[in-house]
């Protein structure tokens, strides 16, 4: 579809506004030829809107039977997206779900009080080297949602909503902003988005929600008259309209946000809650290990293993 025209062209721009409230520098990780790049959770900032956990997965290249190979573990009290820009990866969850994530795609996992799943790169027809490069992210959730039955949706790369025109191509990926609904339903109000800016385009951030961040994938913008560099992450203060302008070369960038909760979260290992509790008995759940009557499940298929509780 064609750019929201209803979008104002003269939102004040990176030079005309100062509007940055925290720039955050990821710490990288390297997991053995695969480099994973955190900004959420960050000292200064545990959340933007209820987005709670932010990762860069590469880029990589992953040989023929060698890549991701994440084993079963668990979640509760939370929401995540795998967001692919290339590559495949194997997703198995203990709700039955065996489905592989493809890039532009959309595979939403409600954990509520608990579920199991495992990521891997395991396709046995794969003969050639596989670019791989994408975001895993964690939305928290609501405290009445806390405690509801795990879930999982898909929705394909061609159902969410793609906003097109002077110099940017916008995919929706969750919630609601610029006047577009993304498909997949979600528990708090929230806004996740992919754009792709030629050189100089500028996209302004939705200004119907508390909370709003950006993530420079590849390239680099312009903000509050500063050039910000791939591999960074910025948040803005509450209610001023910023726009953020493509460098000379073109940028991909991320913008996530929505209404802040109710309060803070706890955040141990695979696990958030409102409540130090919560986390403890989720942390019992998994260490006793009853697959077939306990809180936690493995996921059918990839029930041989799974990684044990961290000894801290």
Request: charged content about 25%; some cysteine.
């Amino acid at each position: 579809m064609s750019w929201n025209p209803a979008l104002d062209p003269h939102c004040p721009t990176g030079d005309e506004v100062d509007a940055i409230e925290t720039v955050i520098v990821p710490r990288a990780r390297d997991l053995g030829g695969f480099e994973v790049r955190r900004a959420l959770p960050a000292p200064r900032r545990q959340m933007v809107g209820p987005f709670i956990f932010f990762d860069q997965m590469g880029p990589a290249e992953f040989l023929p039977t060698r890549g991701m190979d994440v084993r079963p573990h668990p979640h509760i009290g939370l929401a995540t997206i795998s967001y692919l820009f290339r590559g495949r990866m194997h997703h198995r969850d203990s709700l039955g779900t065996d489905a592989w994530i493809e890039p532009g795609a959309v595979n939403w996992m409600v954990a509520g009080q608990g579920i199991t799943h495992s990521e891997r790169t395991d396709d046995s027809t794969q003969v050639d080297p596989m670019p791989f490069f994408g975001i895993q992210t964690w939305v928290a959730l609501p405290k009445d949602h806390e405690d509801r039955a795990p879930e999982f949706e898909h929705a394909a790369a061609d159902a969410l909503p793609v906003l097109e025109g002077e110099g940017k191509s916008v995919r929706l990926i969750l919630g609601n902003a610029w006047g577009e609904q993304a498909p997949v339903k979600t528990a708090s109000e929230m806004f996740y988005a992919d754009a792709v800016l030629a050189a100089g385009a500028a996209i302004p951030l939705p200004d119907n929600h508390e909370d709003r961040g950006i993530y420079v994938v590849e390239g680099e913008v312009i903000v509050a008259g500063e050039t910000f560099e791939a591999g960074r992450m910025m948040v803005f203060r509450p209610g001023d309209r910023v726009s953020v302008r493509a460098g000379p070369g073109g940028a991909r960038v991320m913008l996530l946000g929505g209404e802040t909760l109710e309060g803070p979260r706890y955040i141990w290992w695979n696990f958030v809650a409102s409540s130090k509790e919560r986390i403890e008995e989720a942390k019992e759940a998994w260490r006793a290990g009853d697959w077939q009557n306990g809180r936690f499940h493995l996921p059918p298929g990839d029930d041989a293993e799974f990684i044990p509780l961290p000894e801290r």
